[in-house]
């Protein structure tokens, strides 16, 4: 890495910090380690600030087990005060996705529709299972839940305008969505 561009990565580095946190002196050996850990593992900045405070020698080992239990790491879900087991986004994206669909076709048999054929209750199911996946998986500057539901209404217009049914099909869009960007946000890793 050139001076140049060690510079400019640790101006960016310490800005992203001055937004989030609080900044603490930090020692330069802790910052070059913070600089290595966020580079090799998925890591927030203030994690990594803490994890290479932790792992610093010469510090007291009552600071560095502090420390220590503060770190997230993405994968295995661990947070302080207690544990919590997280699913693959995916994983729970396909099941939420069979879970609407079920509900959907239950609906739609049991519902005031008059057309109940295999090409209608398939395309209730597929409509509604690309709800859960994408809704539990979408990536938007907002809230999960608000980023299910915006997922949901998007799939849910073409089969609303062709079926001439706004409020239900938009409806069970909106909130099979949201249910799964929440859900998302709840128990994805």
């Known amino acids: 890495m050139r001076a140049s561009e060690r510079a400019r990565w640790f101006g960016t580095f310490w800005v992203d910090c001055a937004r989030a946190y609080l900044l603490l002196w930090v020692e330069e050996d802790v910052s070059q380690r913070a600089v290595g850990l966020v580079n090799h593992y998925p890591l927030r900045t203030a994690d990594a600030i803490q994890l290479s405070t932790a792992l610093t020698p010469g510090r007291r080992a009552a600071d560095r087990v502090a420390a220590a239990s503060m770190v997230k790491h993405r994968g295995q879900g661990a947070k302080q005060g207690g544990t919590r087991t997280d699913m693959h986004r995916l994983m729970l994206g396909i099941l939420l996705g069979m879970a609407f669909g079920v509900i959907d076709v239950v609906m739609t048999l049991f519902g005031?529709?008059?057309?109940?054929?295999?090409?209608?209750?398939?395309?209730?199911?597929?409509?509604?299972?690309?709800?859960?996946?994408?809704?539990?998986?979408?990536?938007?500057?907002?809230?999960?839940?608000?980023?299910?539901?915006?997922?949901?209404?998007?799939?849910?217009?073409?089969?609303?305008?062709?079926?001439?049914?706004?409020?239900?099909?938009?409806?069970?869009?909106?909130?099979?969505?949201?249910?799964?960007?929440?859900?998302a946000k709840a128990w994805a890793a």
């Open 112 to 183: 005031q529709h008059p057309d109940r054929t295999t090409a209608m209750l398939l395309q209730a199911f597929f409509s509604r299972f690309a709800i859960g996946v994408l809704g539990a998986n979408v990536s938007l500057p907002m809230h999960p839940a608000l980023a299910g539901a915006l997922v949901g209404l998007l799939i849910s217009l073409p089969d609303a305008f062709a079926l001439h049914s706004y409020v239900g099909i938009l409806g069970t869009g909106l909130i099979f969505g949201a249910l799964a960007g929440w859900a």
